[in-house]
C-alpha cells in the first residue's frame, strides 16, 4: 500500500483498521494513565479571523477551546498551536492589507500577540483551565541544551495539566530561523513532546488529489503511507490564506516530519473541531479526514531534532549513497555553501544530471574550507600532519533520512 485514494475492498478493509486502531507513538512513555493520549493541535489563520475584516471568529475559537476541554475531561493531554497573531494586529491597527515590510510585520505580531493570549486566556478561563504561552524560533532549538529545555518546559506544563499555546516569536523572526509556517511549528512541536496525533485544523474536509474548490470532481485522500509517492500525484499548488503562510504543500512537509517522530497526522476541518474526538476513538465511522500513517520505527529524539530541528548551513554531495555509518573525506565528491565546524549539512546523491536525492543530515565535524583541504590530501599520514582526522560526520551526528 502506497497512497488510497479510490474506494476499493483494499481501500475499505485498510482505511477500517487504521480509522478503528486508537493509535500510540512507541516513543511516548511518558503517560498519566494508560488509556491517555498526547495530541497536538494546529489551527491556522483562516480558522482564527476572518481574511476580511480580520475580526476573530468567536465561534469558531469557542469551538476549539471547548473541544480541547473535553479531549482533557477525557483524561487526554494537549497543546495547542495557534496562528494569528499578525491577523488579529492588523485588526487592532485598523490596516486592511499585511504589510510586505519584515519590520512592519514583526511589530503587527507584536501587538496582535498580547490580544491572540487574552481571547485564549479569557476563553479557557470560563472553564477554570490555566493555559500557557510559548513562543519559538527555529533557533531556540538549534541549540540542544536549549531544545531539551523547551521540551523539559513543554512535559512539565503537561504534567501540571496546563494547556501550552505554542506560536512562532514573529516579532524577532527573520527567514534565517523561521520555521516558515505553524504547520512546521506544529510538526516540530509534536515531536517534542512525542505526541501520538498531530491534528492540522484546515478550511476543508480533507487532503484532495486537486483542488475542491476549482475541481468539484477532486477525489479525497483518506490514508496515506508515502508522502514521497503522494506528492507525484496530487496537485497541492493552492497557497494559503492572505493572512497566514502556509497551504496544502505546508501541510505535506509538516506530516513527513511528524510521522518521522512517529506521530500519526491528520488533516481535518477546523470550523467543526469536535470532530477530533470520534477521529481519535477509533470508531468504525469516523469524520472525513486525511490520515497519514506514522513510521512503524520512528527516528530517536536526537536523530530527529538533527533532521528537523537544525537549521541547514549547506550541502555535501557524496560520490553514492553509501551512508550507513560515519561520513569519511572518501565519500564526499564536493561541498556547496561556507559553513563551519557543528553546523549542520543535508547529504546529496545526484540521480542523473538534475535530479537531488537528500539521503541524510548531520553535524560536521569542520568546516566546508577544512573538508576541501582533506580531500585533497593524497593519504591518510597527509590529513594526520595537517591535524584532521578522516571522519568528517560521526556516526552519532547523521541521521539517516527514512
Avoid at 103 to 123: E, N
Avoid at 247 to 265: D, F, P, R, S, Y
Wanted: net charge neutral; proline share 4%.
Amino acid at each position: 500500500m502506497k497512497i488510497i485514494s479510490s474506494l476499493s475492498i483494499l481501500y475499505l478493509f485498510l482505511y477500517k483498521i487504521y480509522t478503528m486502531t486508537v493509535y500510540r507513538n512507541v516513543r511516548n512513555t511518558h503517560r498519566p494513565t494508560k488509556s491517555s493520549l498526547t495530541l497536538v493541535i494546529k489551527v491556522g489563520t483562516s480558522s482564527i479571523c476572518d481574511e476580511k475584516t480580520h475580526y476573530p471568529l468567536l465561534g469558531n475559537l469557542s469551538r476549539i477551546v471547548e473541544t480541547i476541554i473535553e479531549l482533557k475531561g477525557m483524561g487526554h493531554r494537549v497543546v495547542l498551536v495557534t496562528s494569528a497573531a499578525v491577523g488579529t494586529g492588523l485588526r487592532i491597527l485598523n490596516m486592511t492589507e499585511k504589510p510586505k515590510k519584515l519590520a512592519a510585520i514583526q511589530a503587527i505580531a507584536a501587538v496582535g500577540q498580547g490580544r491572540l493570549m487574552s481571547m485564549y486566556d479569557d476563553l479557557f478561563g470560563q472553564f477554570n483551565q490555566p493555559v500557557a504561552q510559548i513562543l519559538l524560533t527555529k533557533n531556540d532549538l538549534a541549540n540542544r541544551s536549549q531544545y531539551l529545555n523547551a521540551v523539559n518546559c513543554l512535559e512539565e506544563l503537561l504534567d501540571m495539566g496546563v494547556v501550552p499555546i505554542v506560536n512562532e516569536n514573529d516579532s524577532i523572526s527573520v527567514k534565517e530561523i523561521k520555521f516558515g509556517d505553524n504547520d512546521t511549528l506544529s510538526a516540530i512541536t509534536a515531536g517534542m513532546v512525542k505526541a501520538d496525533y498531530l491534528f492540522l485544523m484546515t478550511d476543508v474536509d480533507c487532503l484532495y488529489m486537486d483542488n475542491p474548490r476549482s475541481n468539484p470532481d477532486a477525489r479525497p485522500v483518506l490514508l496515506c503511507d508515502d508522502i514521497d509517492q503522494l506528492r507525484k500525484r496530487v496537485k497541492v499548488s493552492a497557497p494559503g490564506s492572505s493572512l497566514g503562510t502556509g497551504g496544502m504543500i505546508t501541510k505535506l512537509v509538516a506530516a513527513e516530519l511528524a510521522t518521522a517522530a512517529g506521530v500519526t497526522t491528520i488533516i481535518a476541518r477546523g470550523a467543526i473541531p469536535e470532530n477530533i474526538i470520534p477521529i481519535i476513538d477509533g470508531g468504525s465511522n469516523p469524520p472525513l479526514h486525511t490520515r497519514f500513517v506514522a513510521k512503524p520505527i520512528p527516528l530517536m529524539d536526537r536523530k530527529w531534532w538533527i533532521l528537523h530541528g537544525l537549521h541547514t548551513a549547506g550541502t555535501v554531495y557524496l560520490t553514492e549513497n553509501s551512508v550507513n555509518d560515519s561520513l569519511f573525506a572518501r565519500h564526499i565528491d564536493h561541498v556547496e555553501g561556507q559553513f563551519v565546524e557543528r553546523q549542520a549539512v543535508r547529504l546529496v546523491v545526484k540521480n542523473g544530471d538534475t535530479d537531488e536525492i537528500t539521503v541524510a543530515k548531520g553535524i560536521v565535524n569542520y568546516s566546508s574550507d577544512e573538508i576541501s583541504r582533506i580531500m585533497q590530501a593524497k593519504s591518510q599520514e597527509m590529513i594526520q600532519s595537517m591535524g584532521y582526522i578522516d571522519c568528517i560526520i560521526h556516526r552519532d551526528n547523521l541521521a539517516i533520512k527514512t
